[in-house]
């Protein structure tokens, strides 16, 4: 991961005064364009520039064309075993793909675009009343520039319109511009999902309706985004780098250019396709399918021509309170990849930190190589002798491989930091020792062995496990 962003900084630069100020017009990038601004005002600098000046030029031009760009154009008239076969190759690699032949007719992709354009271009005293940065799920219907205004480090060119769609559409509140777009774009963009997710879950040697019976097919939200032109593309960003929090991401890009994904550490334009929509994978399935399908990074380039209209379908469901595992169906996936992640946990840890350039998903992976390490470790015990290992790869207990029996112990030192937590013992594989319960006895020990780990991060140097390996019979 590269570096993130950061801002520009000097001495005389009060960032929060300057942040509030911007904030308090509630006009957005929209209404700093309207005022006649020749420079982009320090908030927006992105200390690490997106592109050279000379590759700015507008409207932009795909570098690659269509043809030859990595993000493949799937038409979906073809065989469903072809359909399969060309979602997951698109999954697996570029985690985007654009779909054409998708059922959604040209008039309603080209409505939909020029309302939200309607919308942003309204006098900023009309879209005043809807300007509202609450993290809270009301109102449902918000216009914003930067959502994460004060969490990150650089803001970006553009303002949004934001609808959220569970668990009911917005009736009334939805500004009349916009009122087609929530009667009959979405339901469409809501069909198209579905057969999407039919087709990811076969992807994932899956029944056809798993993803969908996971609410994974949710329509959560739509973002009308408006990209103003910019008078110094080079100093700030459309959208900074990031992946979607979501399952799916269905997006309605205009004619402009300017969106990227990041494929083997190249920014790859994703070309404007007359009568696509963008499709791309969100971090709930690359959760899910255990870093099969990748939810990959992209951006928006600040542009000098535009504006820029995008519209973007959010799949997932805010308040589930379903924990989301990664589903391991590989023989070579060895263990899960990620702890269990439910989405208003991975919404709230997302919107906390915004746009930084990090990623997010990271925090919840499990440490990789841990479970091999402890396997090494009881391997190389030979059985039977107790050793010491220390609190983090405790954790990792639980992925001891099914040819062993594990039999663990924690034992916290005296720390004069921390009272010690109570002492935990725990049988901690899909073999244990004879008595001690069998594979539920594994599974219990498991959220035994979790709750000792949720604190484990936090625990002093000093705490550690004593793991003693008894080698199971007959294996
Ligand atoms: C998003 C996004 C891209 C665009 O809304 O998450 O990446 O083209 N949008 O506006
Ligand atoms: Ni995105």
């Known amino acids: 991961m590269a570096p993130p962003s950061a801002p520009a900084t000097s001495s005389d630069y009060d960032r929060l005064r300057e942040l509030k100020a911007f904030d308090a017009t509630k006009a957005g990038v929209k209404g700093l364009v309207d005022a006649g601004i020749t420079t982009v005002p320090r908030i927006f600098h992105h200390a690490v520039p997106a592109v050279e000046s000379d590759e700015l030029s507008s409207p932009r031009r795909p570098r690659h064309g269509v043809a030859g760009s990595r993000v493949p154009v799937i038409d979906l008239t073809a065989s469903r075993s072809d359909l399969v076969a060309q979602v997951k190759a698109a999954a697996e690699t570029a985690g985007f793909f654009q779909v054409v032949n998708h059922g959604v007719p040209d008039e309603l992709l080209a409505e939909t675009l020029a309302s939200v354009r309607r919308f942003h271009e309204e006098p900023a005293d009309a879209k005043k009343r809807y300007y509202n940065r609450d993290p809270t799920p009301t109102p449902s219907v918000r216009y914003v520039s930067n959502f994460d205004l004060y969490q990150s480090p650089a803001a970006n060119w553009r303002d949004t319109l934001f609808m959220l769609m569970s668990p009911a559409p917005p009736e009334e509140e939805v500004p009349p511009a916009c009122r087609g777009i929530v009667s009959d774009y979405t339901p469409q963009v809501r069909k198209l999902a579905a057969t999407l997710l039919e087709l990811l879950s076969e992807a994932m040697d899956l029944p056809r309706t798993y993803l969908e019976e996971h609410e994974a097919g949710c329509l959560d939200a739509v973002l009308g985004h408006y990209y103003p032109p910019c008078p110094e593309p080079c100093r700030t960003m459309g959208t900074t780098r990031h992946c979607d929090p979501t399952f799916l991401t269905v997006l309605l890009q205009d004619s402009v250019g300017g969106l990227q994904v990041h494929i083997d550490g190249v920014w790859v334009d994703v070309p404007p396709v007359p009568g696509a929509l963008v499709v791309n994978i969100g971090d709930f ?126 034992t916290p030192r005296a720390s004069p930091r921390r009272r010690p937590e109570s002492s935990v013992a725990c ?49």
């Open 285 to 410: 399935l690359q959760v899910v399918s255990n870093d099969r399908f990748k939810s990959v990074e992209h951006r928006v380039l600040a542009m000098a021509g535009g504006p820029r209209v995008s519209v973007a379908c959010f799949f997932r469901k805010r308040d589930s309170t379903r924990v989301y595992h990664p589903i391991v169906t590989q023989p070579d996936d060895e263990r899960p990849r990620y702890r269990g992640i439910t989405v208003p946990e991975y919404l709230g840890y997302y919107m906390d930190k915004g746009l930084d350039g990090r990623s997010k998903l990271e925090h919840f992976r499990r440490p990789l190589g841990s479970g091999k390490r402890l396997r090494s470790i009881i391997g190389d015990c030979g059985g039977g002798a107790p050793v010491q290992i220390d609190a983090h790869v405790w954790r990792k207990c639980v992925d001891v491989a099914p040819s062993q029996a594990a039999w663990c112990r924690a």
């Open 427 to 475: 049988s901690a594989s899909t073999a244990p020792p004879a008595g001690s319960g069998g594979r539920n006895g594994a599974i219990a020990a498991t959220s035994r062995a979790s709750s000792a780990a949720s604190s484990s991060s936090s625990l002093p140097p000093s705490y550690s496990a004593t793991v003693k390996v008894t080698p199971s019979p007959g294996r």
